[in-house]
């Protein structure tokens, strides 16, 4: 009985040594972090602006 215990033991540990290096592996798998996608989008215009760059307004 006690070789029985031992062996599950065993067993136990190589299945969690195996589930940690898929997680480690799996984090090297991600996709790097885009610097350019953290920004912020640029603030839309108001209808003014857009007018006084086509020219329909006299600033």
């Known amino acids: 009985m006690d ?3 031992a062996a599950l033991c065993d067993l136990r540990a190589q ?3 195996q589930r940690m290096e898929n997680k480690a592996s799996q984090k090297d798998l991600r996709k ?3 610097e350019n ?3 912020r989008p640029p ?3 108001t209808r003014t ?5 086509v020219g329909h307004i006299a600033a």
């Not at 602006?49 to 760059?53: F, R």
């Open 3 to 5: 070789g029985t215990l």
């Open 15 to 17: 299945i969690n040594n």
């Open 32 to 34: 790097p972090i885009d």
């Open 37 to 39: 996608r953290r920004q």
């Open 43 to 45: 603030r839309k215009r």
């Open 49 to 53: 602006e857009a007018l006084e760059d």
